[in-house]
């Protein structure tokens, strides 16, 4: 196998694709398919999770034109936001972790990334570098419509969409709390951050307990305030806390929550630092039940979570029965912190909730701890799992016992919003926000924390009637893979306000209130419908002054009248009804393709903006989701490491390793594993496949033989399924079959002596054409003009599918292994082999057909043929149905004949004799011989 320089492959067919523009999509006569991926934010260089969702982006676009599809496939660069002004002032004071992500992991030349100290360079810089990267791999993407997202023309795009939204009632100013930048004094989203992406605000209901004798709240923070009933305790940290006047009251917190506070709308102010040592032995109040509880120590408290101050509920939390039970027996605490000892043996777990379906005795904590074997607060693991368990199973099948009042009966699912509002309204209960993952980090490097803002700009997702139209509408389109359906549902329903300005960062002013800029996440909802206007806006004949309210509303929702769109736009009345013609041949989107990371943001916002601004005819039909990628087992991080660029892929692999690899590395909705010794092994498969081509593809096709129509008939099921998998975007059962499985065909027809391999060849290379483009470009264009890229994609034909030929080879294949295996034990000169005799054939299909032993006995021996067999037959029967219970695939074959001919095969590929010959093979051996599976004696 001589090496194959397919790097220089790749660029020839890039150059020509793109000279030609057969990716250049234009409105036609024919069925059109509008694929989109989310544009990559540039604060980095491409990396290999985009080079997964766009190679599946690719490969589907490539296989739906190549069925007949009209499609298009664009793209454009995400720069809005903070992140790459953050970035910018970052490598201006020469941080130097930022040096090292940026030099190790994005392969940023260290005199290159110096220089980008500006946003506006370092947005030039990596748009340049992505384009580099986006077209060393091949994408069939139509670039006339690339853009990025501080066009001015986008701008105007933008502002025409949240016009639209106020005035629907869907942008409203309120106060909400947020994810928050103390630096950049901003809120953040997803792509804000450093660390802590899927971090969600959850509020915690804070309950206050007294300390009577000095007018001290003890503020605990809980996710269940209904067992606010079976407390028994309160736990501190021994550690320093604070006193803070917090709304006229005076709260005992730790050092973290009040600095949280000061974010908040309350009135918070500093007394003084206080050692929490000083208050554990004391009793406090509880407001809801009046019962008097101690103050306990405990080291599992986190004083960073909310307000450091724990209410310990033993009956249902595992991690305060484990403590209490451990602190009864540990006496030296006892006596560090003066407790008497009587005090915490009289500590009882008080059981609140009843889960249906279970007998309700016993204690639900202590039941789990004991189940799972917990002995030690240090278990963390396992009680972090135990705790889980017993909250998912109270949350949705817990009804509150008559100890907790008027609100017994209730379900606990439906009970915490209530409990929440009654405490609050009685002064006895408040909210702490909080984050429900940590650390939460801004680009900047800055630590985010939960600020209540006031007078924010939010889009309105709790709106009901739009919620509910999403909901709607989620249920008419398809999500890939189906099962995520209930995910989007959930995160749909649970989707709260959502603050869409900010004070500082790159992007959109907001048109009525030019103080503040549309957030990044915000302005990236439906720029799907951009790439119709981003092809006129290139090529010169719309600029930023042409794009008013009343083009758009015609362009993009029908809305007024062409002559009227033309006269406010200052452009022909021709070019209007051309951008009208485009937007209605190519919307909807009929295919939306995105890593699982975007779920909880982006494509909720992509639904609901779609959902408001156009009319139900262009919402989006088809969502699709891929998992991840990681790197040798580890998890790839854009700033922590590792991380590899799609640049580098490409330079050390070719695009087409890369692609195939990464389409076959996991089916669509798993994660994947890029690891270097699989891609080079896939690598030398590509390269064995093109050496066929040189030594096969350009022979004249000649008359088939039975084995050429055994390896046509292959690629007939390979078609089939390639076809299927693709379907439903399987790109890993794809390639497999089109690939691997037919290469494995390949080989075994060439070892039975095929040489008439250009009969399948031109078909091959189509079936492979979405997923290796450039390779197979280069072959088909031996023998042919035409772009493989714009070829019809194989179809299936049955009649093609010989079954015989299959039959024959399965055969072959089958009694050669046999054979190995009797080899194994036996230093052999000569085989001989004997087929089953003729009758046995006969049985065992009217066996099969049966389908049970008994009804089968009873067809073979009304049969005359086999009159005075009873013995032999019974004997036989019950074999076939031990050994044969899926038919008998060679019933139509003649064993020995077929024996007879491939002789010399087996001789060759054995090193001994193989005889047909039944005379030479004992008897006993002979009568075990089964359809399919011939006697075999070997001799010395």
């Known amino acids: ?83 790459i002004i953050g970035l910018a002032e970052l490598i201006a004071k020469k941080d130097e972790r930022t040096i090292k992500v940026y030099t190790e992991y994005h392969d940023v030349p260290l005199d290159v990334l110096l220089t980008l100290k500006t946003p506006e360079k370092i947005v030039e810089y990596f748009s340049q570098e992505a384009l580099k990267a986006l077209k060393s791999i091949g994408y069939s993407i139509d670039w006339r419509r690339c853009f990025t997202t501080t066009d001015e023309e986008y701008q105007r795009f933008i502002e025409w969409q949240y016009w639209k939204l106020k005035d629907k009632g869907l942008v ?231 100890i907790t009042g008027s609100y017994a009966g209730m379900k606990v699912s439906e009970v915490k919003d209530r409990i929440q509002n009654d405490f609050i309204s009685r002064g006895i209960g408040d909210i702490f926000y909080e984050f429900s993952e940590k650390p939460v980090v801004c680009r900047c490097g800055t630590k985010c924390v939960v600020k209540v803002v006031k007078d924010q700009w939010f889009l309105n997702y709790s709106n009901p009637e739009w919620k509910g139209r999403v909901l709607n509408w989620l249920e008419k389109m398809a999500i890939i893979p189906d099962y995520y359906k209930e995910e989007f549902r959930n995160k749909i329903e649970w989707l709260k306000d959502k603050a869409c300005a900010r004070r500082k960062g790159l992007g959109t002013r907001i048109p009525w209130d030019k103080e503040w800029l549309i957030e990044s996440l ?152 890029w690891r270097k010794k699989d891609v080079e092994s896939l690598a030398s498969h590509l390269k064995r496949f093109y050496n066929l081509a040189e030594e096969y593809y350009r022979k004249d096709v000649k008359e088939p033989s039975r084995l050429d129509r055994w390896l046509v008939s292959r690629l007939q099921r390979a078609i089939k399924e390639t076809r ?40 091959w290379l189509k079936l492979l054409a979405p997923f290796a483009p450039h390779i197979c470009e280069e072959i088909w264009h031996w023998k042919h003009d035409s772009f493989i890229s714009l070829e019809s994609y194989p179809e299936y034909d049955e009649s093609k599918v010989d079954r015989e030929a299959e039959a024959v080879e399965e055969y072959v294949k089958s009694v050669l292994e046999d054979i190995k295996e009797v080899l194994k034990f036996v230093e052999a000169k000569k085989v001989y082999l004997a087929p089953a005799e003729e009758w046995k054939k006969e049985v065992a299909e009217m066996a099969v057909k049966a389908g049970n032993m008994k009804d089968a006995m009873k067809t073979i021996m009304a049969d005359e043929r086999f009159k005075g067999m009873a013995k032999e037959v019974s004997s036989f029967v019950k074999r076939v149905f031990r050994e044969m219970k899926e038919g008998v695939a060679v019933a139509e074959l003649n064993e020995e004949e077929v024996l ?24 006993e051996k002979r009568k075990a011989a089964m359809p399919g599976k011939p006697a075999i004696y070997a001799v010395q």
Not at 48 to 66: E, L, N, P
Not at 756 to 762: G, K, S, T
Not at 911 to 922: L, N
């Open 172 to 402: 409203v100013k309120g106060t909400h709390p947020v994810r928050y930048c103390p630096h950049d004094a901003n809120p953040v989203e997803d792509h804000d951050l450093l660390m802590g992406e899927n971090a969600t605000i959850v509020d915690f209901t804070v309950i206050k307990f007294y300390l009577d004798e000095e007018g001290i709240v003890f503020p605990c923070a809980t996710l269940r305030p209904e067992t606010v009933f079976g407390v028994t305790n309160i736990w501190l940290k021994p550690t320093t806390y604070v006193l803070a006047r917090v709304n006229g009251e005076t709260w005992f917190v730790s050092k973290e929550a009040y600095e949280k506070l000061t974010y908040t709308e309350k009135q918070v102010e500093l007394i003084k630092e206080v050692d929490a040592k000083q208050y554990i032995g004391k009793l406090v109040k509880n407001p809801v039940t009046g019962t008097k509880v101690p103050i306990l120590p405990a080291e599992f408290v986190d004083t960073d979570n909310a307000t450091g101050v724990v209410m310990s509920v033993p009956a249902h939390a595992p991690y305060d029965y484990i403590a209490i039970e451990e602190l009864k027996k540990n006496e030296e605490v006892l006596k560090e912190f003066g407790i008497d000892k009587s005090v915490v043996e009289a500590i009882q777990p008080i059981v609140l909730i009843k889960v249906e379906g279970e007998d309700g005795e016993g204690i639900p904590a202590k039941q789990i701890v004991e189940e799972m074997g917990i002995k030690s607060q240090k278990e963390t693991e396992k009680l972090d799992k135990a705790t889980k368990i017993l909250y998912k199973k109270e949350f949705h099948k817990g009804v509150l016992l008559e």
């Open 900 to 923: 007879k001919e491939n002789a010399e095969f087996f001789r060759r590929e054995l090193g001994v004799e193989v005889v047909v010959d039944a005379e030479e093979v004992p008897e």
């Open 522 to 673: 915000s302005d990236s909802t439906i720029y799907m419908a951009y790439y119709i206007l981003a092809k006129f806006i290139n090529a010169g004949k719309l600029k930023a002054e042409n794009i008013t309210p009343e083009l758009l509303d015609y362009v993009f929702l029908g809305e007024g009248n062409a002559e009227e769109a033309a006269k406010s736009a200052g452009i022909p009345k021709e070019l209007v009804e051309e951008m009208r013609k485009d937007f209605t041949y190519w919307y909807p989107v009929d295919l939306r393709s995105s890593g699982k990371d975007l779920v909880a943001n982006h494509l909720l916002f992509f639904l609901f903006h779609h959902v408001a601004i156009f009319s139900e005819e262009y919402w989006p039909r088809a969502i699709a989701v891929n998992g991840y990628v990681s790197l040798e087992g580890k998890k790839m991080s854009k700033s922590k490491g590792p991380l590899l660029t799609m640049k580098r892929a490409v330079e050390e692999n070719g695009a087409d390793v890369t692609r195939m690899y990464i389409l076959y590395a996991a089916e669509y909705d798993s994660d994947a594993d």
């Open 1 to 83: 196998m001589h090496d194959v320089n397919f790097r220089e492959i790749e660029k020839k067919w890039q150059k020509k694709w793109e000279e030609s523009g057969i990716f250049n999509a234009e409105p036609d006569s024919r069925p059109k398919f509008f694929l989109t991926i989310p544009y990559p934010y540039l604060n980095g260089n491409l990396h290999a999770g985009h080079t997964r969702t766009f190679t599946i982006g690719d490969a589907v676009a490539r296989y739906k034109r190549m069925l007949g599809y009209n499609v298009l496939y664009p793209l454009g660069f995400h720069v809005t936001g903070t992140p």
């Open 724 to 763: 299927e998998a693709m379907d439903r975007l399987q790109t890993r059962r794809a390639v497999n079959t089109a690939f691997f499985e037919m290469l494995a065909d390949v080989r075994w027809y060439l070892r039975r002596g095929g040489d008439n391999l250009a009969i399948i060849f031109d078909d």
